[in-house]
């Protein structure tokens, strides 16, 4: 009975293992050929100043450093607590890293078999928790990609020369969530909800009953706090733009006057040195 049991567990093991290296191939395929990226309609550009998106991707490597850690929490601390969930983050996640980091290196390959979510997998294919040390293999794997994260975006912020400014939004947000989980004896899902409802408006509950009801309340209240500040930032470009386009086009005329006159001035020099030297 122990035998067929092991023999089992190892067979799905691999099954796991071979169904998350197909997903990470595929995924990797999409990034490469970036087919979304190509449309307009998908390109931040068009809707937002080039300097919100940069802070926006800024964002996103500082929103992957979070995502790793709350997956640590639910991996030590919340066990068994939005198991589907959780399950979905960590697969989701495992997924994402896998099919974006740069394979070429013996260490990153190396950790491409650590980052398969065993557990994840093991409860969304066959329904129930495989958890011990497998489990726990996670933990220094998403660690590591905390840190990676980190320096992809000083990497990022270093070569566009931008502003470490949101370093400080991102410090206000990240222990505000962290006592919120303490204090208020909150998974990482409801104190993440909670402190952005209160850091983007005045509420501080927890808005919606199930897990995905939480997350969208989430979502609409960041996509809201970004799209009005892009949309006070573009308002404040055009009113600029409208106020001294009439003033810019003067001054470049005037410019052209003085360069055109400039340009006579030198061209009776030229003369008069030519009649000086006629005249020596």
């Not at 093991?122 to 990609?145: A, K, N, Q, R, S």
């Not at 969208?216 to 009113?239: D, E, K, P, Q, R």
Request: hydrophobic share 50%; charged share 20%; aromatic share 14%.
């Amino acid at each position: 009975m122990e035998n067929w049991f092991m023999s089992t567990t190892v067979v799905r093991i691999l099954i796991e293992i071979i169904l998350f290296l197909i997903l990470t191939a595929v995924g990797a395929f999409i990034v490469k050929k970036r087919p979304i990226t190509k449309n307009k309609y998908f390109n931040l550009n068009e809707y937002l100043p080039e300097e919100e998106v940069h802070t926006l991707r800024q964002v996103a490597y500082l929103a992957l450093m979070t995502a790793c850690f709350i997956n640590v929490m639910y991996t030590l601390i919340y066990v068994n607590m939005d198991t589907f969930y959780f399950a979905i983050l960590d697969v989701t996640l495992s997924l994402y890293i896998a099919a974006t980091i740069d394979k070429s290196t013996t260490v990153h390959k190396l950790i491409l078999l650590l980052l398969v979510p065993y557990g994840a997998l093991h409860y969304l294919l066959f329904g129930t928790p495989l958890v011990g040390f497998i489990d726990l293999i996670h933990i220094p794997v998403f660690l590591y990609f905390m840190k990676y994260y980190f320096d992809k975006f000083d990497e990022y912020t270093e070569l566009h020369t931008l502003g470490i400014g949101v370093i400080l939004l991102y410090a206000i947000v990240f222990f505000s969530f962290i006592i919120t989980s303490i204090v208020e004896t909150k998974t990482p899902l409801d104190a993440i909800v909670m402190v952005s409802n209160a850091f983007t408006s005045n509420g501080y509950a927890v808005l919606g009953h199930s897990e995905v009801g939480k997350v969208n309340s989430m979502v609409l209240a960041w996509m809201g706090f970004i799209i009005s500040g892009a949309g006070t930032a573009t308002l404040t470009a055009a009113i600029l733009k409208r106020q001294f386009k009439g003033k810019l086009k003067d001054y470049d005329d005037r410019f052209e006057d003085l360069n055109n006159k400039f340009d006579e001035v030198n061209d009776n020099l030229e003369k008069l040195e030519e009649l000086i030297k006629k005249n020596n």
